[in-house]
């Protein structure tokens, strides 16, 4: 079975300072790992994603993403926080079978403070 | 915590026939429910946004008449796959809120498989 943590449901930055948002996954397989946004009112958006190569992944709107076996973590970062970035942000699991839907963690709200 | 049930998490239909999924709000009342499809090893495709008591909101490329949206009540959204073809085969997933600024809750998905 695979699961989702993201550490901290809120967190609160100033405008311009770097954005750190946590994530850890258990899997018993080599996972798929997403991040995703949700602005108010409005379905997922995709912002990165890891499958295989490559551990550090550079998504949509400055945010990247780096993926750490060791420490089962794939925590989400952008060097700069902007006003419109303030939104709902969801880490999320799956494995390479195909055969199981995404595991979403509960979801961290950012705020950006001008 | 807020519960999103989602019946079946798995369903085996032939090519022709309609297939109903249901996702439930259990214990909070879902003013906005979304539907995704997840295709295999992809990640999530938002299809459709659903109001209680009013139409959904497809999105472009999403197929209205193919992919029936009820939002009958504040905890019931019904996603109905008409006429499904070995094509429609995916995961479908929910989510709901409450309101403006409230957090999202995940149905656990539904397995499609269409022969």
């Known amino acids: 079975a695979q699961s989702v943590t993201q550490l901290g449901s809120h967190v609160s930055v100033s405008e311009g300072a770097l954005v750190l948002l946590r994530c850890n996954y258990s899997?018993?397989?080599?996972?798929?790992l997403f991040w995703y946004v949700q602005y108010p009112n409005q379905g997922l958006q995709l912002l990165l994603k890891y499958t295989t190569g490559a551990t550090l992944v550079k998504g949509i709107n400055g945010f990247e993403a780096e993926f750490k076996k060791s420490e089962t973590s794939f925590h989400l970062t952008k060097p700069s926080a902007h006003m419109s970035d303030a939104a709902e942000y969801f880490c999320?699991?799956?494995?390479?079978?195909?055969?199981?839907?995404?595991?979403f963690g509960k979801g961290t709200r950012l705020s950006v403070i001008a | 915590g807020a519960v999103v049930s989602q019946h079946p998490s798995w369903v085996i239909c032939k090519s022709g026939t309609s297939v109903k999924i249901e996702c439930r709000s259990l214990d909070f009342q879902a003013t906005t429910m979304f539907w995704y499809r997840q295709f295999p090893k992809q990640s999530l495709m938002l299809m459709a946004t659903?109001?209680?008591?009013?139409?959904?909101?497809?999105e472009q490329g999403v197929e209205k008449d193919k992919f029936l949206i009820n939002h009958a009540s504040l905890t019931l959204s019904t996603l109905t796959v008409t006429s499904a073809h070995p094509e429609d085969s995916s995961f479908y997933i929910c989510?709901?809120?409450?309101?403006?600024?409230?957090?999202?809750?995940f149905g656990n998905g539904t397995r499609l498989t269409v022969t």
């Open positions: 659903s109001n209680e008591g009013s139409k959904a909101t497809y």
């Open positions: 999320a699991v799956s494995d390479d079978s195909g055969n199981t839907p995404l595991v």
């Open positions: 899997s018993s397989v080599p996972p798929y």
């Open positions: 989510s709901a809120v409450t309101g403006n600024n409230s957090p999202l809750h």
